[in-house]
Structure formats: structure tokens, C-alpha cells
DNA sequence: CGAAATATTGACCAAATGGTCAAGATTATC
DNA sequence: GATAATCTTGACCATTTGGTCAATATTTCG
């Protein structure tokens, strides 16, 4: 998978010793915490920069301007720009990933598509940034995503299917086809991250609005359980 | 509007004398020819290019070679490499807005909104870099494409709401919110030019096929029509 | 404390890249 | 054929950029 964040030395993050070696001393100057901190900072700045750049357009000067750190510092924590970019990926992936996995065959296909729908609605509002450099990379080849789109990707999409496949045989969904139709479901809610410029020019927005996200979602599941569901819904 | 290709001092191309004064010596050595010949090829070279690697990370160089001439050349024909952005930008621009051109309240919605999905998928499946370029363009915030999605774009997308409003006024279409619905229809259709690799990923594909696309469209013409259209059909 | 580990940062460098230029080749025009 | 206009191209350059380094500061811990 994605290569993680490096970890320099850290050693086994995780090892706990049976008693607390190290009794934090409250005030923050931790060495973990600066890292944590800091780490996080250039993450953040990274994905803002990579989002509204692209990955050749970003400069680590600029990302690290962002983060408010030197650039040395930048290349402190993360060896190139590449390992950064990976990193910043990587957590938008996992994002990704969790969100599929939350249809089952016993629940309602309308509820869960709801679900599933408002949850990448509010993805798009609260990490847009996150769902562009996706987007980028994808768009650009995924050159960067070595077999993520073939293996877990793709393994969750079956899964998927497989659910869908089973509401339709039990009369619960219209004949659809999965994969086209997960598709369908990617690509309506994305476009509000994605596409946020033309939506905003569209909409004469300055700034997209809670109320403009909420419409958003009302209108994609209206259409799309319309247009999945079993014509009688009752 | 986007600055078109520079014309360098070519003069008004279509005039043409009573008498055409130049009998087209019929071999092509003709230097309206060569340049417009070699327009074309650094034309859709950038596009390719431009779509592959985004703005900053698409060079001159990488162009001229893909179209097969000196870095100096393309210099020549386009000053600067922002100005054959430019230039490909502007023939996607064109494309899209005319498709949006092809509805009118005296036609039956079902065939007008599948004819213009149809059309939509054509062009991903024929000038899929064509979209990529967009794509990355609106990504990126849009940085080049000054008052495009505010002018020409929005004022598109009024004619078409009117046209969707006044169906739902005939009780021709359940009532949907004309811009989010064009969203949907840009989203769905334009994902298979952009998120081309996904796509492909996830149906287990080499490259896409027709068949592909002939599903593809199928399938959301269903889930679409199925989604707008008033309940009960006949 | 004192030594080891980790963090900070300004200065620096090699490579890549957009763009220029001048000299020459080709085509048009009188 | 001569002159002008356009096209072609290798060599060149200034700037940008990812990345390094060595010197210094700070934190950890026996």
C-alpha cells in the first residue's frame, strides 16, 4: 500500500512499557508532540497546497510557507516531496475506503444509500481539499497509486456489488448495474468538492453555504432513489 | 473570452478574392498549410500533455517532442506555453457549451436529456483528454478561465433551467432544481472521461471498450430518466 | 550534570525548465 | 532572379526548485 508517513526512528510507536516511562510533563515542548504537531501542520498545508496546485505545481517552499515552517524543516519530516504527497494521499484513501463499507444486505437500500450519500456530501464540505488531490491524481493516471485502484479499491467495490446485487434480487432496488452505479454515486457527490468553482460561478455563490450542501444532498438522493428504487415504493 | 491562438500576422483567413489569388499549388508545401498543420499537431499534442501532467507539470519541451518538432518551433507558434493552454482550453470551452445548446422546451425531456447524455459520453469516450484538461482546470480553481464560468457558462445554464422549469410546469418532469440536476448529468457523464483509470480499475479493464461505454450510457440514461420523470410514465 | 538523540535553520547546489536569439532554410511576391 | 516574409532550429540563459549540509539549539535520560 501507500507508504506511510516515514517514522524515522521512532521505533515501534505503540510499545507501551508496563509502567508509564515517560510521565508527560503536562507542558507541551514533548518531543512527540512536536512531531505530532508538526507533521500535522505540513500534512494540512500539504493538502491545501497539492489541491489548489497539483503535485508538480506545489512547491515545498509554499507548503512549508504554509505550515509556517522552513523548508528544511519540511524535508526534516518528510524526505521528499513525493513521500509528503503519498502521505497526504494516503489519508484521504482511508476516507474513502471506511465509507463503502457501511452497506450490508439487511439494511434498507434506501436508508443506506441515503447514509451513504450524505456522508460523501459532507466529505465534499468538510475536506474538499482532500477529495481534489484525489481527484488530481486520478485524472493525471493515478501514477501515484501503485495498486490501490486494482486491489482494495476494487475488492470494496465487489463487496459492494455484492450487496446491491442482493437488494435487487429480493425486489428492494431496480435492476441496476453495481459498479455503473457506484460510479454514479462517486461521481455526483465529488463534483461538489471537485468542481466547486463551476458550482459556485453556477449557484452565483461566493461561498458555498450549509444551506447549498443540504439542497445538494436533498436533490442527489432524491434523484437517485428515484431512480434506483423499485417503481412502486411500497 | 479565452485568448484564442494568436494569429501572428496572418491578417483576416477568410477573406477571399473574387478571383482566388493563390491556385493552391496542390503539393501541400503551402505556408497557410504548415501552419495550420503545425498549429494543429502542437494543439492536440498540448492536450494530451496538458491532460497527462496538469499545467505546471506539462513542459514545452515534452509538447514539442509529442508533436514532433523543436522546443523553438512551438515557441514560434505560440508565444508562451500559457498561451497554448489557453488555446486548448478554449476549443474545450467550445465544445461544451454548444451541447447545452440543444434543448428546447418544445422537445419531449426524455429524448432531449438522453440525446444530451448520450452526447456528453461520446465526447469522453472520443476526447477524453479534452475533459482531463478541463477537469484539472476547474480542480485547480480555475485560474485561466477568467469570467468563463461566471459569463458564457452561467448564462448556458439559466436557458437551460428555463427549459427544465417549464417541463416541470407541464408535469413533463417530477421537480427537480434545475442547476443541481445539470450537475448531475456534467458529473455522471464526465467521470468516465476524468476518472478514467478508476473506472477502468474497478471493471477489471485494459481500456475501456464500446461495450463499456454503451453500458455506461445506458445506464445512466436509466437511473436518470427514472430519477426525473414523473411517476407514472404513459 | 553530561552525553546522546532529536529538532531547527540559513546557506548552498545541481538539475530542470520557460523562453530567447541569431543564423540559415524555405516559400511568396514582384 | 531578387527581395521580402515566414519558418526552422541548435545553442544559450536566467530563474525556479527539490534537496543537502553543517552548525546550532533543544530535549531526554542515566
Given at each position: 500500500?501507500?507508504?506511510?508517513?516515514?517514522?524515522?526512528?521512532?521505533?515501534?510507536?505503540?510499545?507501551?512499557?508496563?509502567?508509564?516511562?515517560?510521565?508527560?510533563?503536562?507542558?507541551?515542548?514533548?518531543?512527540?508532540?512536536?512531531?505530532?504537531?508538526?507533521?500535522?501542520?505540513?500534512?494540512?498545508?500539504?493538502?491545501?497546497?497539492?489541491?489548489?496546485?497539483?503535485?508538480?505545481?506545489?512547491?515545498?517552499?509554499?507548503?512549508?510557507?504554509?505550515?509556517?515552517?522552513?523548508?528544511?524543516?519540511?524535508?526534516?519530516?518528510?524526505?521528499?516531496?513525493?513521500?509528503?504527497?503519498?502521505?497526504?494521499?494516503?489519508?484521504?484513501?482511508?476516507?474513502?475506503?471506511?465509507?463503502?463499507?457501511?452497506?450490508?444486505?439487511?439494511?434498507?437500500?434506501?436508508?443506506?444509500?441515503?447514509?451513504?450519500?450524505?456522508?460523501?456530501?459532507?466529505?465534499?464540505?468538510?475536506?474538499p481539499n482532500a477529495s481534489k488531490v484525489f481527484a488530481n491524481e486520478i485524472v493525471?493516471?493515478?501514477?501515484?497509486?501503485?495498486?490501490?485502484?486494482?486491489?482494495?479499491?476494487?475488492?470494496?467495490?465487489?463487496?459492494?456489488?455484492?450487496?446491491?446485487?442482493?437488494?435487487?434480487?429480493?425486489?428492494?432496488?431496480?435492476?441496476?448495474?453495481?459498479?455503473?452505479?457506484?460510479?454514479?454515486?462517486?461521481?455526483?457527490?465529488?463534483?461538489?468538492?471537485?468542481?466547486?468553482?463551476?458550482?459556485?460561478?453556477?449557484?452565483?455563490?461566493?461561498?458555498?453555504?450549509?444551506?447549498?450542501?443540504?439542497?445538494?444532498?436533498?436533490?442527489?438522493?432524491?434523484?437517485?432513489?428515484?431512480?434506483?428504487?423499485?417503481?412502486?415504493?411500497?
Amino acid at each position: 500500500m501507500i507508504e506511510q508517513r516515514k517514522a524515522q526512528k521512532s521505533g515501534n510507536p505503540q510499545r507501551i512499557p508496563a509502567v508509564a516511562r515517560r510521565p508527560r510533563p503536562a507542558r507541551g515542548k514533548d518531543r512527540r508532540d512536536i512531531r505530532e504537531s508538526n507533521e500535522a501542520r505540513l500534512l494540512q498545508a500539504a493538502e491545501t497546497v497539492f489541491a489548489e496546485r497539483g503535485y508538480s505545481g506545489a512547491t515545498t517552499a509554499a507548503i512549508a510557507s504554509a505550515a509556517r515552517l522552513p523548508k528544511a524543516n519540511l524535508h526534516y519530516y518528510f524526505r521528499t516531496k513525493e513521500a509528503l504527497y503519498r502521505a497526504v494521499l494516503a489519508n484521504v484513501l482511508a476516507l474513502w475506503l471506511d465509507e463503502l463499507d457501511r452497506f450490508s444486505p439487511e439494511r434498507e437500500p434506501a436508508e443506506a444509500l441515503a447514509e451513504y450519500i450524505a456522508a460523501k456530501m459532507r466529505w465534499s464540505k468538510l475536506r474538499p481539499n482532500a477529495s481534489k488531490v484525489f481527484a488530481n491524481e486520478i485524472v493525471h493516471g493515478a501514477p501515484f497509486l501503485d495498486g490501490y485502484l486494482s486491489r482494495e479499491l476494487r475488492q470494496r467495490v465487489e463487496r459492494f456489488a455484492a450487496v446491491i446485487r442482493r437488494w435487487i434480487a429480493r425486489g428492494k432496488m431496480a435492476p441496476v448495474d453495481p459498479r455503473h452505479f457506484v460510479f454514479h454515486l462517486w461521481a455526483v457527490t465529488q463534483h461538489y468538492a471537485d468542481f466547486e468553482v463551476q458550482v459556485r460561478a453556477v449557484l452565483g455563490r461566493e461561498k458555498l453555504t450549509d444551506a447549498d450542501f443540504a439542497a445538494a444532498t436533498a436533490e442527489i438522493v432524491n434523484l437517485t432513489l428515484r431512480g434506483c428504487l423499485p417503481q412502486r415504493p411500497d
